[in-house]
């Protein structure tokens, strides 16, 4: 293979469940990366109030009646129906299947699934950028969301 001898790179690919995430990771399997490379597959979570409930009781204050104003009983029932499901399965679903169609495809490459929350006033790219300059990586992949007549006009 091309590139046996070079020094290992740390690839990033920005994992979510999108079909343009799909075709960076597919990119990245079939163009990026050589033996010994190391591929992170980086999830950027937003930020959730249902996962840390006391976070949505402070964001959310009490009404002068003493209920909570906005949807009371939908909240409790919300973070039941989280809590029950396992509360973000569908995320490890999909970095899992991600992770298996690597190690399928490029056995010699070292994956590594890496999860970073936005934090407040940070938009997702910023987040991204500065979690692959702390990482060091060598290589970002990021999908394109692409309509048709942005891909014919340019």
Known sequence: MVGENAAARKVMVVADPSR????????????ALV???????LHVETPN???????????NPMSPGGTRSGS???????????AAEGGGGGE????????RTC???????KVVTEKVEMTDG???????????AASK???????????LSNALLG
């Open 137 to 147: 990586v060598d290589l970002l992949i990021i999908g394109q969301r692409k309509t």
């Open 103 to 109: 190690m399928a495809r490029q056995p010699k490459v």
């Open 35 to 41: 033996e010994n490379d190391t591929l992170v597959l």
């Open 20 to 31: 343009e995430s799909a075709g960076a990771l597919d990119y990245a399997l079939s163009h």
């Open 122 to 132: 940070k938009d997702k790219a910023s987040t991204i950028i500065a979690h692959s």
């Open 72 to 82: 009371g009983g939908s909240y409790s029932l919300s973070f039941a129906a989280a």
């Open 92 to 99: 490890v679903d999909f970095l899992d299947g991600m992770k």
């Open 49 to 59: 109030p249902w996962k840390n409930p006391f976070n949505a009781l402070f964001k």
